[in-house]
């Protein structure tokens, strides 16, 4: 489901008179054992960057020096059938703004879940996986501080579920829940550049261990995968590189091994949350390494602090994101002949280097018990040709520059 960008504004106005006159109300079924729920986001975004496009993930594209009522809006849908106390069944449909739209990527989970003990699931079909704090809810808005998810951190992890198999065990610890989950299968997600490339990660595996109780809740992760890549557009340019290496520039062939195609990728995760006294802490810190030389991987993190006064919740939060690796440097060509060739190569390695930190300051309104209005504002300064997490169609930029970015919202649940 796709709203045009006119049609949002008046969306946006009759949600909004909605949640101030009357409840959210859920969806009632005659089946005891059939639940559908759902939920939502009308999203008002505005970036202050003409050549430096905000965006939430790398899967879409970026929003300029406009307002923009799609990027931070959605709508998901979820139902499970409960065939029995062991067997179970669920699909969670989730309609957003991507840079290309279909049913496949529009179903988030798809899973039959059976019981194997009282602390033991296994689930088959397309399975969220347990990688961060919000994976469960990352698309539910109104189980957040913020309009939406530090893109420092989330940016470049657009996966939502795992076409497989996840085995997740719990264990009543202390006063709270050990839990350790495993999946095991495949994935797919879009990086949108000038182009959009389409990256498969197969053979993806990944674990997880956790505790939580009412105050805390805390995280390990461990992700790896090989990486395919469709619509490569960085391919001609590892041929032109290992065709030189042989016709008089030999080092130009050190770099014709660029992308991630083909590569492993691993990914290390920690998360803690603690939430008492009115008081809401929220930290998570991750580092990606892959076999890459274009991108050897990155290193994440972020901390919110958040204060409840009544219905209203002011937060603060922090976020940041840098390549493990130096920006690479194309050597200088022997002759003129090649010079095109080092220019186009030097373009290429700019556009892959993260090196940027937000600050933000924001609240949250719970108007009604399902419906909550908030405001954000965001500070980003980038580094120089740091912007690989933002939609830059004109290519990096070889100068620091600082983007205000200026979110509201309604998220609901139903």
């Not at 089946?31 to 790398?58: A, C, H, I, P, W």
């Not at 009522?69 to 989730?94: H, P, R, T, V």
């Not at 956790?210 to 619509?231: H, L, S």
């Not at 008089?248 to 062939?253: E, Q, R, S, Y």
């Amino acid at each position: 489901m796709i709203i045009p960008n006119k049609i949002w504004p008046q969306f946006f106005v009759l949600c909004l008179t909605f949640c101030f006159n009357t409840e959210v109300l859920a969806v009632e079924t005659q089946l005891s054992n059939f639940k559908l729920n759902g939920f939502g986001t009308v999203g008002l975004t505005k970036n202050s960057d003409q050549d430096l496009g905000y965006r939430e993930m790398v899967s879409q594209q970026g929003i300029f020096d406009e307002y923009d009522w799609g990027q931070n809006s959605n709508l998901g849908i979820q139902a499970n059938y409960y065939a029995s106390e062991k067997l179970d069944f669920a699909l969670q449909l989730l309609a957003i703004k991507r840079s290309e739209n279909s049913l496949n990527k529009s179903i988030q989970w798809a899973y039959v879940n059976y019981k194997i003990s009282p602390k033991l699931d296994l689930r088959l079909g397309r399975v969220g996986v347990g990688s961060f704090l919000m994976s469960d809810y990352r698309h539910v808005g109104f189980a957040r501080l913020w309009t939406h998810l530090p893109t420092e951190f989330y940016g470049l992890r657009p996966v939502n579920g795992v076409d497989g198999i996840d085995l997740k065990y719990k264990q009543p610890l202390f006063d709270g829940l050990f839990s350790t989950n495993m999946w095991y299968g495949q994935a797919n997600y879009d990086f949108y550049t000038q182009d959009v490339s389409e990256v498969h990660l197969k053979q993806l595996f990944g674990a997880s261990i956790g505790w939580e109780n009412d105050i805390w809740n805390v995280r390990f992760t461990y992700n790896q995968a090989q990486t395919q890549i469709t619509n490569n557009s960085i391919k001609p340019l590892e041929q032109a590189l290992q065709k030189a290496s042989f016709s008089g520039w030999p080092l130009a062939g050190d770099y014709a091994d660029l992308t991630i195609d083909n590569k492993m990728v691993r990914y290390y995760a920690a998360g803690v949350s603690y939430d008492k006294n009115d008081w809401l802490v929220q930290s998570e810190l991750s580092v990606v390494h892959t076999d890459s030389k274009l991108t050897s991987g990155t290193m994440s993190s972020y901390l919110s602090v958040g204060r409840k006064l009544g219905s209203v919740t002011p937060f603060i939060s922090g976020s940041w994101v840098k390549s493990l690796d130096d920006r690479l440097i194309m050597p200088t060509a022997p002759s003129g002949s090649y010079a095109l060739l080092q220019n186009v190569s030097q373009y290429v390695f700019n556009q892959f280097y993260a090196g940027q930190h937000t600050v933000s300051v924001g609240a949250r309104w719970d108007v009604q018990p399902k419906v909550a209005l908030k405001f954000q504002w965001d500070k980003t300064w980038v580094d120089e040709y740091g912007s690989l997490l933002l939609d830059t169609p004109h290519g990096a930029i070889a100068e620091k520059r600082q983007l205000d970015v200026f979110s509201a919202s309604i998220d609901f649940i139903f």
